[in-house]
């Protein structure tokens, strides 16, 4: 156990990791912190530090659940799996205190305000807690984990690296995964959308999401979408882009691969009958598109979820 042993590379505010069980810490730089805690015994596992108030939290849970401790438990917060909590205070420290169910994985990430600050400075009216006005205000939000944030988070769990790449391949992982977490569209707001003030466009276009979800293997033409619909092949394109985000052809392949990936995780299907079951006709053009929207194979993701 190693407990308040000062890292050359650590901002003198930040105290080193109590590790219990298997919970490591990755010193990324002296503003970035990953911690990974894998709970594989048989009892409930502790997990303590001490974090400036200079510093965010994102606590990250794939499986299982846990239980972050404040005020000497006076006040708690539970992380389940799929989960997600983003903690930032900066009145006040907020030592992590975790309690590891068994079986669980859970994985926290802590950067600096001023690294962050750096990465997202014009994004600032977007991501809430970062605006003027409540720069000096609490921020706790819990949010689900996203099937693209799975996969980082499955990669930055299971990782097999020479020690001299560790520094970048975490780096970029965590930047990766700040992306996709603050990757909510804002396209929806009506005062940018003047679409969005048509009501009967609006139910046109759900009804069209609704048309390619369930004929999701032989979904129509976007003519013939268009068509159904009742609206001009522009109006879709850009009704569908303006309420979801995204265009037809992509929001329709992310469902797919959302879909396959909950077959798989179910075990009830191996890679050949899930590609089927979502509609490609070879197990090669499945493996394709899963792999290039999560970076991994149908079987390489299957064999980490038992891992």
Request: some cysteine.
């Amino acid at each position: 156990m190693i407990l308040n042993k000062e890292k050359k590379n650590q901002p003198k505010s930040f105290l080193e990791s109590v590790d219990i069980g298997s919970s490591s810490e990755i010193v990324v730089d002296k503003e970035i912190f990953i911690t990974i805690h894998s709970n594989n015994t048989n009892q409930l596992q502790k997990f303590n530090k001490e974090v400036s108030k200079d510093f965010i939290q994102f606590h990250f849970c794939l499986k299982g659940s846990s239980e972050l401790v404040f005020n000497e438990g006076s006040y708690k917060l539970k992380l389940t799996k799929g989960k997600s909590l983003l903690l930032y205070n900066p009145q006040r420290t907020l030592p992590i205190n975790l309690s590891n169910q068994i079986g669980s994985n859970i994985i926290t990430i802590l950067i600096s305000i001023k690294k962050f600050h750096l990465l997202f400075s014009d994004e600032a009216s977007y991501i809430t807690f970062l605006s003027k006005e409540n720069i000096l205000k609490k921020y706790y939000t819990e949010e689900n984990i996203s099937p693209s944030m799975s996969i980082v988070l499955t990669q930055l769990l299971n990782f097999n690296l020479n020690n001299s790449v560790k520094p970048l391949y975490f780096k970029a992982k965590t930047f990766e995964l700040l992306s996709l977490y603050f990757n909510k569209s804002d396209e929806t707001n009506l005062d940018q959308c003047p679409f969005l003030v048509s009501e009967s466009n609006v139910n046109k276009i759900k009804l069209a999401k609704d048309i390619i979800i369930n004929r999701l293997a032989e979904p129509p033409s976007l003519n013939d979408l268009a068509d159904e619909i009742g609206l001009s092949l522009k109006k879709l394109k850009e009704g569908f882009k303006q309420i979801y985000g995204d265009s037809v052809y992509s929001f329709l392949i992310d469902y797919k691969m959302e879909l396959a990936r909950k077959l798989l995780e179910s075990g009830d299907y191996n890679v050949n009958e899930v590609g089927l079951k979502i509609g490609y006709s070879t197990s090669s053009h499945f493996i394709a598109a899963f792999k290039k929207k999560y970076g991994v194979t149908p079987k390489k993701y299957f064999i980490s979820l038992s891992s």
